[in-house]
């Protein structure tokens, strides 16, 4: 009898993308621990953050003076890059 391919065969798991998803996380966080140690990046994302704060609060009291809830803008990581 031929043995036929099966999804739930758990040597076709193993052989179907696993190790491929492994690898892309441990090259990311390669990369991620890499580019933190960046002082030219970081500089520039301390800059982009602190022009998103200056919009968020000009925003809001604009928002305030109609009488409106304020928001809140998240702040950017280096993950939000890559």
């Known amino acids: 009898m031929s043995k036929k391919k099966s999804y739930m065969n758990h040597l076709n798991l193993i052989t179907e993308g696993f190790f491929e998803k492994l690898l892309k996380i441990i090259k990311d966080k390669k990369l991620v621990s ?6 030219n990046l970081n500089k520039d994302l301390s800059d982009l953050n602190k022009l998103t704060q200056d919009t968020e609060d000009r925003i809001n ?5 109609l009488g409106k809830k304020p928001i809140k803008l998240s702040k950017f990581t280096i993950k939000d890059f890559i």
Not at 61 to 65: E, P
């Open 34 to 39: 890499k580019l933190k140690k960046d002082k």
């Open 61 to 65: 009291k604009d928002l305030l003076s």
